[in-house]
């Protein structure tokens, strides 16, 4: 099964501050994705990263969202100014056939 | 759209009866996935389905797919207190590749 890590695990910020969640695959892999779930909600599809570009978003995903691959290896979410109904887990996956998940990183926005 | 929608929403169980949660979605997919969630913690990958298959083992968990009734269920056998967790379905369709998740069953083993 293909290891994806996670970081930071836990993130506490102020609203308003900007955040960046980043995201290691250990091998090579063309699919990324970013969901996220809100504390005792489901998990929801934020956006598809292919190729180096988004292949597709939500609508959760707004202006204030971002997505790259710095290095060719990360990959990283990021919030430029965080509002308290960002705080949830944010979840990285990518494809193998299946989609396998990073451990998540619980941010906080206070 | 193609959600996935589990029930029942929670299950308590005795350790060692058989727990079988059940998964309806919408709209046409290409792969049916069973995920677990343990509280508070990531997504753990349980087994895929694919559109042309109608049932799958994999150790104690057995999944059956239904298209022509848009419903997949999750039989887990042998319950133990292990297997405490959320479980989730989640759907990937035909043209895009996201996966969209239920809502989960909340899945307690009674000791």
């Known amino acids: 099964e293909p290891e994806v890590t996670q970081t930071p695990s836990h993130q506490v910020t102020q609203m308003g501050q900007e955040v960046i969640l980043r995201c290691v695959p250990i091998?090579?892999?063309?699919?990324f994705y970013w969901y996220r779930q809100i504390l005792g909600q489901k998990v929801e599809f934020l956006v598809s990263?292919?190729?180096?570009?988004?292949?597709?978003k939500s609508e959760i995903f707004d202006d204030q969202f971002s997505v790259e691959r710095p290095d060719g290896s990360n990959f990283t979410l990021k919030i430029r100014s965080t509002k308290l109904e960002d705080s949830a887990m944010y979840f990285c996956?990518?494809?193998?056939?299946?989609?396998?998940f990073g451990p998540g990183t619980r941010l906080t926005v206070l | 759209s193609q959600q996935g929608e589990e029930d029942p929403q929670a299950l308590s169980i005795q350790e060692g009866e058989n727990a079988t949660m059940n998964c309806s979605y919408k709209?046409?997919?290409?792969?049916l996935q069973w995920y677990r969630q343990n509280s508070g913690r990531g997504l753990v990958h349980l087994i895929l389905?694919?559109?042309?298959?109608r049932e799958k083992h994999s150790g104690r968990l057995r999944v059956t797919l239904d298209t022509s009734k848009k419903s997949s269920s999750l039989l887990i056998t042998a319950s133990r207190a292990a297997d405490t967790a959320s479980y989730f379905c989640?759907?990937?369709?035909?043209?895009?590749?996201?996966?969209?998740f239920g809502k989960g069953t909340r899945l307690h083993i009674l000791p």
């Open positions: 996956a990518i494809r193998v056939g299946e989609q396998f």
């Open positions: 091998s090579n892999h063309l699919y």
């Open positions: 990263f292919y190729n180096n570009e988004i292949s597709e």
């Open positions: 709209t046409s997919i290409n792969n």
């Open positions: 389905i694919r559109s042309n298959e």
């Open positions: 989640a759907t990937d369709g035909d043209r895009d590749d996201k996966i969209i």
